[in-house]
């Protein structure tokens, strides 16, 4: 038994140091100075969110960036109370969401879509803060390099409480584990609040056809859809100029549904190497608690379980100090009690994600 339990662990871990790797590989890079020309589209899905989009509108005016060359599209789903945009320097359009499919975001991008008249489309979301340069490093990116599709960074605006802690840490791994996939080729995952692509690409991939049935996952799908057909199209950009910043949750039972619902997408990925590594975290962070239950039953002696913990924690720690400090330049706070925690709620979350309901914007699914 515990050699089974070193075994898996073992493969846990060498994953994550590959990940490590992967990460140093993919390079970090600012805007250039070049003069911008590329025009965007910036659709914003939202439901009920009439207190976080002037704040999001207001980033948006701060912008470094020509406010011809971009609009807004507000796709409303069915928001309890409307919502009215004031004086801006930028075109902003508000529309109703035509609701086609069991995936609110996926139609809220699809109904834009009707009325986007430039080729580069960029989805966020209503509660995020965009960085002043976010449009001027893409467009500059997108100049010195053949790309159709651009997956960036999303971190946390972070309080002081635990909660909040360990939800930028979480959100640290996640962000290592998608850089680290593009630096050794094999991108899987990306953040639907940062998420770039051209309109003529999107219909190239046929957009959400054949994953619509499925709540979420209008970023993670369509990432590998594209990496399917024409990976050379797909980049990452790493740049802390273009990093888009989100609220944190402020209950547990949210956070536990939200990360359900990211987690439901997993069973669908189109990606062997997605499938696998969900498998493999799935897996190592079951072993820790599987390690206590037998040490509580005597099977194994307790500093088994302190080595698997120790194993974990440091190639863990690496990835989410690397990614967390791309992210934030800041110190990790709460690290040895959120991983001590984070088996328990990932294997929670996983094994909820398979059988159970969830809820989202006031939704059931």
Same mark, same amino acid.
């Given at each position: 038994m515990t050699i089974v339990l070193y075994i898996i662990i073992f493969m846990y871990c060498l994953a994550i140091i590959v990940l490590i790797y992967g990460f140093t590989k993919v390079n970090t890079i600012e805007y250039? @100075?070049?003069?911008?020309?590329?025009?965007?589209?910036?659709?914003?899905?939202?439901?009920n969110e009439a207190e976080n989009l002037p704040i999001l509108l207001a980033s948006l005016s701060k912008l470094n960036y020509p406010m011809e060359l971009f609009e807004v599209i507000l796709v409303d789903d069915e928001s309890k109370e409307s919502f009215e945009v004031q004086d801006l320097k930028f075109k902003v359009s508000i529309i109703k969401n035509i609701r086609v499919s069991n995936s609110p975001k996926k139609d809220a991008i699809v109904t834009a879509m009707q009325i986007v008249t430039t080729d580069w489309i960029i989805t966020t979301d209503a509660d995020c803060v965009v960085n002043e340069n976010w449009l001027f490093t893409l467009d500059n990116y997108i100049q010195l390099h053949d790309v159709s599709m651009i997956a960036?960074?999303?971190? /946390?605006?972070?309080?002081?409480?635990?909660?909040?802690?360990?939800?930028?840490?979480?959100?640290?791994?996640?962000?290592?584990?998608?850089?680290?996939?593009?630096?050794?080729?094999?991108?899987?995952?990306?953040? @639907?609040?940062?998420?770039?692509?051209?309109?003529?690409?999107?219909?190239?991939?046929?957009?959400?056809? @054949?994953?619509?049935?499925?709540?979420?996952?209008?970023?993670?799908?369509?990432?590998?859809?594209?990496?399917?057909?024409?990976?050379?199209?797909?980049?990452?950009?790493?740049?802390?100029?273009?990093?888009?910043?989100?609220?944190?949750?402020?209950?547990?039972?949210?956070?536990? /549904?939200?990360?359900?619902?990211?987690?439901?997408?997993?069973?669908?990925?189109?990606?062997?190497?997605?499938?696998?590594?969900?498998?493999?975290?799935?897996a190592g962070n079951l072993v820790l608690i599987v390690s206590v239950g037998c040490w509580v039953l005597g099977v194994i002696p307790f500093q088994n379980i302190v080595l698997l913990f120790l194993l974990k924690f440091l190639v863990d720690t690496v990835l989410i100090y690397k990614a967390n400090y791309f992210l934030t330049k800041t110190k990790i706070q709460y690290l040895i009690l959120s991983n001590l925690l984070y088996p328990f709620f990932s294997v929670s979350v996983a094994l909820y994600s398979l059988f159970g309901k969830y809820e989202w914007k006031g939704r059931k699914f």
């Open positions: 250039t @100075g070049l003069t911008p020309k590329t025009k965007f589209s910036i659709i914003v899905p939202f439901r960036s960074a999303v971190t /946390y605006d972070c309080g002081n409480s635990f909660l909040h802690h360990f939800q930028q840490l979480d959100l640290a791994s996640l962000q290592g584990a998608t850089i680290g996939s593009f630096g050794i080729n094999k991108g899987f995952m990306c953040n @639907g609040a940062n998420f770039a692509y051209t309109k003529s690409f999107f219909k190239k991939l046929n957009g959400f056809n @054949g994953n619509d049935s499925i709540a979420s996952g209008d970023d993670v799908f369509l990432l590998q859809k594209a990496i399917a057909k024409s990976p050379e199209k797909v980049h990452y950009l790493k740049s802390q100029n273009n990093i888009v910043t989100t609220k944190t949750l402020d209950d547990w039972k949210s956070l536990f /549904y939200q990360r359900v619902r990211w987690a439901s997408k997993t069973s669908s990925y189109q990606s062997t190497f997605g499938k696998g590594l969900g498998v493999l975290v799935f």
